[in-house]
């Protein structure tokens, strides 16, 4: 321990160097620096991609009929107002890439792995600040690079954010298919770079840096969490790498990884031997990880708003860790429940049926512990723990329908439905969203020194909430009426004119929960400036990170590091004058230390 403290004390005497406007605000090797660099491009992606789903929701409620805005902003692209159908494939594409990877996992992991790890463990920052810079310059070349490919002559990529052959691997199946699809495939290479990079820094910072006394089980639920998906990442990422590698070499120069006895307009290709399937199981490889990879971050910070706002311990801190191990190791192993339609022997199918519900088990622990957490507690309703209770409902309600859609038999049924699109807005979508807001309000004054405004919290957490059922409760029952997904009209099928209503009342819980963010926009960005200066521990907390001064400093903590004498969940323990104790402040004489 005490050469590692001496690591620090070094560290130390390294940061009392002038620091100008590009090292400290734009190259900075500071991690509470860097994340906010991640949150606030987060943000900007968040605002392209929530605008690409209000535009084609509008299209699906009033297709064909022209409107304003599509000419004014798609261009050529909407000929009199109408929207192309190429372009609405394109949107949906890019929407969906935007939000999974760009906005919640930079948003999640990106930005409070980057706030909490070294302030949490009782670190000066991270194992390598300049591997982290690189990290966060990687993510923003690769948003700048997918942001470019909507300008493309041909249009932006237009194979689905899964990017399935033969459209994503044959350069002239579409307009979408072309250069935009190439600057896909790039953006997300070096995405892919950034994530992984980052996931390395976090691992050996958790493992090599933390604090006197900080023992794994007294760690915050909150880095266990950052710890695990950070371990995921690494054994899931190089396989999404590979099949981009592959695609790229398909459609640049003649392979035939992915492709097989293809026909265009009548002519035969020369590509044999490949198979499309192939790249199925390398990008769910990594796409099903990845879901958890956006909600064990989420998960960890919800554990933690929940405690310090209940003003009770955790419940059932062990058996918490259990389950994030448990998702870990089975997230890697439940891919093929996405190819239940793909021609994928059924054997194998039944496998995957049987790993996929058993991922239900340690997800229903984490649900339970968490209602337990709230049972009998002295509930602080701000907008932070609303949306950690708004978020233990979505993914609880969208947890139910996936025991469907994990049944092999079932699935058939409602696979490429609305059905799917509902289930995975609400469990992975909208309750990482969730997670991240509630992150967003607990630890704002830590990063801004400042407060946000609690009444439009208030209000921006109610608009969603119900605005986000609004819209993908209905999807679930245009879903098992067969309605599929991807379809820019549904006009030519009389079969669902009925359906045509439901789609127009989604359309406008759509528009005003997308309106309504600019509510949390505009806090968000006027606070930075104008909220109320906030206290050292505005909601009275046990982790660490409370203890560090309110301005920041590079390093952290002026003078010592503190020591950690118990773990982080001491709230209203008995026999203390306040209803919490931080981690460095020593056991009394004959006081147990609590370890549920």
């Known amino acids: 321990m005490s050469a590692h403290e001496d690591t620090h004390a070094h560290d130390d ?34 605002v392209i991609g929530v605008f690409m789903s209000m535009m084609f929701r509008m299209q699906l409620a009033w297709p064909e009929q022209p409107n304003v805005l599509f000419e004014a902003i798609l261009g050529k692209w909407a000929p009199n107002g109408v929207m192309d159908a190429d372009i609405y494939l394109a ?15 930079a948003g ?63 350069p002239m199946a579409q307009g ?33 840096l933390r604090t006197k006394g900080m023992s794994m089980t007294r760690l915050p639920l909150t880095i266990w969490t950052f710890f695990i998906t950070a371990v995921i990442g690494v054994i899931s990422f190089p396989v999404l790498l590979s099949a981009a590698l592959l695609l790229i070499m398909d459609r640049s120069f003649g392979t035939s990884f992915f492709l097989s006895d293809i026909f265009i307009q009548g002519e035969v290709l020369h ?56 998702i870990a190791f089975l997230s890697t192993i439940v891919w093929g429940h996405h190819m239940f339609v793909s021609g994928m022997n059924p054997f194998l199918g039944s496998v995957f049926t049987f790993t996929t519900l058993l991922i239900a088990i340690p997800s229903a622990v984490k649900a339970f512990n968490w209602i337990t957490t709230l049972w009998k507690g002295n509930l602080q309703m701000n907008p932070a723990m609303l949306f950690s209770i708004g978020f233990v409902s979505t993914f609880i309600t969208g947890g139910l329908t996936g ?33 991240m807001f509630a992150g967003i309000y607990h630890w704002y004054p830590k990063m801004f020194g400042r407060m946000l405004n609690k009444n439009l919290g208030y209000i921006h957490f109610w608009v969603t909430a119900v605005c986000a059922y609004g819209v993908f409760f209905p999807m679930h029952f245009i879903g098992m009426a067969g309605l599929p ?8 099928f009389p079969l669902f004119d009925d359906l045509a209503n439901v789609n127009v009342i989604i359309t406008i819980f759509a528009l005003i929960g997308g309106i309504v963010q600019i509510v949390y ?76």
Not at 108 to 135: K, V
Not at 183 to 189: E, I, P, R, T
């Open 13 to 46: 005497h390294g940061h009392h160097h002038k620091e100008t406007f590009v090292t400290k605000y734009i190259f900075s090797q500071d991690h509470k620096m860097i994340a906010k660099q991640y949150l606030i491009t987060g943000t900007i992606m968040g």
């Open 91 to 105: 949107l949906v594409t890019i929407h969906g890439t935007i939000m999974v990877f760009f906005v919640l996992t």
């Open 108 to 170: 999640l992991s990106g930005t409070f792995s980057n706030l909490l790890i070294p302030l949490q463990i009782g670190a000066r920052d991270m194992a390598s600040g300049f591997l982290n810079m690189i990290s966060y310059w990687l993510f923003f070349l690769s948003s700048v690079i997918m942001v470019i490919s909507l300008f493309v002559e041909a249009g932006p990529a237009a194979a689905g954010w899964t990017i399935y052959p033969p459209l994503s691997a044959l």
């Open 176 to 208: 979408g298919s072309g250069l935009g699809m190439t600057l896909w495939l790039v953006s997300m290479a070096i995405f892919i770079a950034s994530s992984l990079m980052g996931s390395l820094n976090y691992i050996v910072t958790v493992i090599n």
């Open 271 to 326: 590509y044999q031997g490949g198979s499309p399937v192939l790249f199925e199981h390398l990008f769910w490889f990594l796409g099903h990880p990845e879901v958890y990879i956006v909600i064990l971050p989420a998960m960890g910070l919800v554990s933690e708003i929940m405690a310090s706002n209940s003003r009770k311990p955790i419940f059932g801190y062990r058996a918490m860790i259990a389950s994030v191990l448990a």
């Open 403 to 435: 025991i469907i859609l994990g049944d092999s038999a079932l699935d058939i049924n409602v696979h490429d439905t609305y059905f799917v699109v509902a289930h995975f807005h609400l469990v992975m979508g909208i309750s990482a969203l969730y997670g």
């Open 485 to 492: 997904r991807r379809y820019y009209t549904n006009t030519n």
């Open 521 to 596: 926009l505009y806090n968000f960005f006027s606070s930075i400036f104008y909220g109320k200066k906030a206290v050292q521990n505005p909601w009275k907390s046990n982790t660490l990170e409370w203890t560090t001064p309110v301005e920041h400093l590079h390093g952290n903590w002026p003078g010592e590091i503190p020591h950690v004498y118990r773990w982080s969940y001491d709230y209203s323990k008995p026999g203390h004058d306040e209803d919490f104790v931080p981690q460095n402040v020593p056991l009394m004489e004959g006081e147990e230390e609590l370890q549920h």
